[in-house]
C-alpha cells in the first residue's frame, strides 16, 4: 500500500449505530487530519493531530470522536450521528505543515 | 481572516479548448499557494503550488502563477482533455494562521469529446 488510505469506502449507517472509520497513511508524515466534505459548501476541517496529539478540534459535535494511536494511523468513531452528517470524509497527511496529501474518502450515510 | 474565493462552476468545455480557473484570496503577508484536484470517486491530489510572489506552479500541462499584485493565483491548461474532467479547490497556507489549509469552494470542470 502506498500513500493515504482510507477504509470503509462506503458507510450507511442507522442513527443509533456505532462505527469507526479509520485511516492508515505510508508516507513517514508526522501530522494526520480529518475533513469532511459536503456538496457546496467548504472543505471543513475537523481535527488535527501533530505527533499523535491532538491540535486542532474544530467545534465538531461530541458524537465524532477521533483517536490516533500512533502517527500513521488515524480512527474517527461515531455514535448516535444526524442525517446531516452524511457527507465524504477525508483523511490527510502531512510532514509538519507542509502539503497535505489525501486519501480516497469514505461516503458515509446516515439513515 | 485569510480567505479563497473561486470562479463559480460549473465549467463546461470542448476536448482541446483553453481553460481558465480564477482564484483570488485575501491573506497577511505571504501565504503559500495551491491547486488541489479531486477527480470522481476519489480524494484530493496535490496539482502544483507556488511558495512567493512570481512563482509558476506547473504539473500536467498545468500553470499556475502567484501575483502579489492582484491576489490571485489562477489555473490555467492550454488544451484540456476528457481526463481533466474533476473538481479544482484553490487553497491558501499561511504562517500567520499557522499553516491551516484555507480553501475556496471548488470548481467543476467537464470536458465533453
Known amino acids: 500500500e502506498t500513500g493515504v488510505t482510507q477504509t470503509p469506502r462506503h458507510l450507511v449507517m442507522g442513527m443509533t449505530n456505532k462505527k469507526s472509520l479509520k485511516c492508515e497513511q505510508h508516507l513517514g508524515h508526522n501530522a494526520m487530519y480529518w475533513y469532511k466534505q459536503s456538496a457546496k459548501k467548504p472543505l471543513e476541517l475537523m481535527f488535527v493531530?501533530?505527533?499523535?496529539?491532538?491540535?486542532e478540534n474544530n467545534s465538531v459535535p461530541s458524537r465524532f470522536s477521533p483517536e490516533c494511536p500512533n502517527s500513521s494511523h488515524l480512527f474517527l468513531h461515531l455514535h448516535t450521528l444526524q442525517p446531516e452528517d452524511s457527507a465524504l470524509y477525508l483523511c490527510?497527511?502531512?510532514?509538519?505543515?507542509?502539503?497535505?496529501?489525501f486519501g480516497p474518502g469514505t461516503r458515509l450515510t446516515v439513515l | 481572516g485569510d480567505s479563497v474565493t473561486q470562479m463559480e462552476g460549473p465549467v463546461t468545455l470542448s476536448e482541446e479548448a483553453f481553460l481558465t480557473i480564477n482564484c483570488t484570496y485575501t491573506a497577511t503577508g505571504y501565504p503559500s499557494l495551491f491547486w488541489y484536484v479531486q477527480y470522481p470517486g476519489e480524494g484530493l491530489q496535490l496539482l502544483l503550488k507556488a511558495t512567493k510572489a512570481d512563482d509558476k506552479g506547473s504539473n500536467k500541462g498545468f500553470e499556475a502563477t502567484y501575483r502579489k499584485e492582484t491576489t490571485s493565483f489562477h489555473l490555467e491548461k492550454g488544451s484540456v482533455q476528457v481526463s481533466d474532467s474533476a473538481v479544482y479547490f484553490c487553497a491558501l497556507s499561511n504562517a500567520g494562521n499557522n499553516r491551516k489549509l484555507i480553501w475556496g469552494l471548488g470548481t467543476s470542470l467537464a470536458v465533453n469529446p
Open positions: 493531530y501533530s505527533l499523535e496529539e491532538r491540535v
Open positions: 490527510a497527511s502531512s510532514q509538519g505543515r507542509t502539503e497535505q496529501f
